[in-house]
């Protein structure tokens, strides 16, 4: 029975238990040392910004993870190992549910408007064609799909209820900041550049008391830590050494 169990064990993913799992946007959680990528959603990066019901820039990453935060609560969390993301370097693909909850934190977060389908087979679509035909969440707004914001894509598609075709220059410009908004706590200055891209990244990030972190004005990114940047594909400036910091 033991055996049978193990085998499981290892074609099921491993379980990972906590109480106090670290939220670190709405698709995003720590348990313990492990940074798991909750499987088949997207939601907003803790940097993006987005329109109100009432036109107004929000803070809507931020928005996002407290509210998911607040969904689970303080409760106990648990999720499957189901490998390495393929996408954010150093982190995992986890099937996250809260504890006594069989329908999982994918879709209760889909459900709630605060992530976005992104499963190839679709699992969490009618969720979504749900949230936003009740103008729940995010989807009461105007915003791009976060894919569109890591890419800066100036031209994405708007989504929500309150993207308006007769300002689509001005909600653009909100979205897409010359100097973007900082999420407290998040000091890291991100640049997509192609120069990045003989290294296998997307852009380049810079620390404080690096020699051009302060020159560098019109970014794309603010990140919480480098781990944050390295996954999201940016790496560390080279002149950026000796006497920066976090």
Not at 27 to 48: H, K, S
Not at 115 to 131: L, P, T, V
Not at 156 to 176: H, I, N
Request: with cysteine.
């Amino acid at each position: 029975m033991v055996a049978v169990i193990f085998v499981l064990a290892l074609l099921l993913g491993t379980p990972a238990f906590a109480a106090d799992a670290v939220i670190k946007d709405a698709a995003t959680l720590q348990l313990g040392g492990v940074t798991y990528r909750l499987e088949g959603i997207d939601a907003p990066e803790l940097d993006q910004r987005c329109l109100s019901e009432f036109a107004d820039p929000s803070a809507c990453g931020i928005e996002a993870r407290d509210a998911a935060a607040k969904l689970i609560a303080g409760r106990k969390v648990n999720c499957r190992d189901l490998g390495p993301d393929p996408v954010f370097k150093g982190r995992r693909i986890g099937g996250c549910a809260i504890a006594g909850d069989d329908l999982g934190l994918s879709r209760r977060l889909v459900q709630a408007g605060l992530a976005f389908n992104s499963d190839s087979k679709g699992r969490f679509a009618a969720d979504q064609s749900k949230a936003m035909d009740d103008h729940t969440g995010l989807w009461k707004g105007c915003f791009v799909a976060p894919e569109n914001f890591r890419r800066w894509d100036k031209t994405a598609p708007l989504r929500g209820a309150a993207c308006r075709d007769d300002r689509q220059a001005e909600t653009r410009s909100a979205l897409f900041p010359d100097m973007p908004a900082r999420p407290e706590g998040c000091t890291i200055k991100g640049k997509l550049a192609k120069r990045a891209r003989i290294t296998g990244n997307v852009g380049v990030y810079q620390l404080p008391g690096c020699p051009s972190y302060a020159a560098l004005i019109k970014l794309n990114r603010w990140f919480c830590s480098e781990d944050d940047a390295r996954a999201a594909g940016f790496r560390k400036a080279y002149n950026c050494r000796i006497g920066a910091k976090r």
